[in-house]
């Protein structure tokens, strides 16, 4: 019942301001977050990679306001591209964007006629054009260090701008990966399009506020959409890619995986950096590709509230540390 509460939250500059001052909130963040800038994430790594995992790294923001921002943002994925080709890990270390950090959201004085991923013309209001221009350098970048980017799933309102642009970006970057949330009524016709032509998909629960007329609200039927979903993405050519914590979740897609024929290295699981850390190290010591996904930057509050928000153990941390702290 809280998670709504810690979403909405989430888009309160109060709330924002409030948690952002608490002295014991530094210490909670870094658990999620282990830095600011490149020179903090480099380290980080190259600990994990070591350690037989493979990474994906999300500058965090999205709430931006100018057209100046979507462009720091650009640059911000380009020089951590640079360093990330010094380190010579190829598709080890991927990269996740969210496009409203690259402009998607912001207003514009046109409006451009875009053809939408499953075929009938759509119209793309605000920033559609200059987010893609803007992640498309990044994409071209990564492809040339021999690695790739995925496209994070965020409201269910950007989501057809979103897949426009990956459909876009995949006609030179094939490799570009996407992610799809379980718990939009939308999601199982979107795997089954995806899956047919060998994308690479990202498969979560999903972590916004989320009417029900667009989504399922109770654990349990989300739990079934993420099986039914996971199920079309197994049997379909693409590359499947668990996000999720659960272990439930992570037994099924286990077994969904060996139904479907599929070896070790036709599919991955993802995990949040500071989340079942032990769980990470199980899974790549059974052979099986684990990824984490892990975030930097000074723009930490969305990100943040929605790991509290997803799972009542990351709000008890907090309390706890508030409390013995206070």
């Known amino acids: 019942m809280l998670g709504p509460v810690i979403l909405a939250a989430s888009r309160s500059d109060r709330m924002r301001r409030l948690i952002s001052a608490a ?3 530094k210490q909670v963040v870094d658990r999620f977050i282990p830095g600011e800038g490149v020179d903090d994430i480099v380290p980080v790594v190259e600990e994990l990679t070591a350690a037989g995992l493979e990474v994906t790294l999300d500058v965090v923001g999205e709430d931006i306001t100018r057209p100046e921002q979507a462009t720091g943002a650009r640059d911000a994925y380009l020089e951590l591209i640079d360093r990330l080709g010094e380190l010579e890990l190829g598709e080890r270390a991927e990269m996740s964007v969210k496009l409203s950090l690259f402009g998607q959201a912001l207003p514009s004085p046109t409006t451009a006629l875009n053809r939408g991923p499953s075929g009938p013309a759509a119209r793309f209001h605000g920033g559609h054009e200059l987010a893609l221009a803007n992640v498309r350098p990044v ?3 990564a492809a040339a260090i021999g690695t790739t980017v995925t496209l994070d799933a965020e409201d269910h309102t950007t989501l057809d701008s979103m897949f426009a642009i990956h459909e876009e970006l995949r006609r030179d970057f094939p490799q570009t990966g996407c992610v799809i949330q379980a718990y939009l009524f939308r999601t199982e016709a979107d795997a089954r399009r995806l899956a047919a032509n060998g ?10 506020k989320e009417p029900a007329s667009v989504a399922h609200q109770q654990k349990t039927e989300i739990d079934k959409a993420y099986v039914r979903t996971l199920k079309i993405l197994m049997d379909g050519e693409g590359y499947p890619m668990i996000g999720s914590h659960d272990p439930r979740l992570i037994s ?4 969904l995986a060996h139904r479907a024929g599929r070896k070790l290295d036709e599919y991955e699981f993802q995990m949040l950096y500071g989340i079942r850390t032990d769980e990470h190290h199980r899974l790549a010591a059974e052979g099986h590709r684990m990824r984490v996904y892990t975030a930097y930057g000074t723009d930490w509050y969305g990100y943040f509230m929605r790991r ?3 799972k009542p153990a990351n709000l008890r941390f907090f309390v706890r540390s508030m409390i013995s702290k206070g």
């Open 308 to 310: 509290l928000a997803e």
């Open 139 to 141: 994409v071209e970048a």
């Open 23 to 25: 002295p014991v909130t």
């Open 252 to 255: 099924i897609a286990q077994e």
């Open 199 to 208: 994308s690479r998909v990202r498969l979560v629960k999903g972590a916004y």
